[in-house]
């Protein structure tokens, strides 16, 4: 089950489990720019809200 965030009259849920990959591969990104010295620009990727 994921999180519900209640916004006005819109009602979204977050997936937990997706959120835990996105960060987990961003951490690895930041692992591996760190080791050849360069670091991640990347711009978050998806909306939290319309």
């Known amino acids: 089950m994921g999180k ?3 916004d006005g009259n819109s009602v979204y849920e977050i997936d937990e489990e ?7 591969r961003q951490r ?7 080791d050849s010295g360069q670091t991640s620009h990347r711009k978050p ?5 319309p």
């Open 28 to 34: 690895k990104q930041e692992v591996k720019g760190q």
């Open 45 to 49: 990727q998806g909306r939290a809200f």
């Open 18 to 24: 997706c959120i835990r990959r996105r960060e987990s």
């Open 4 to 6: 519900l965030v209640i």
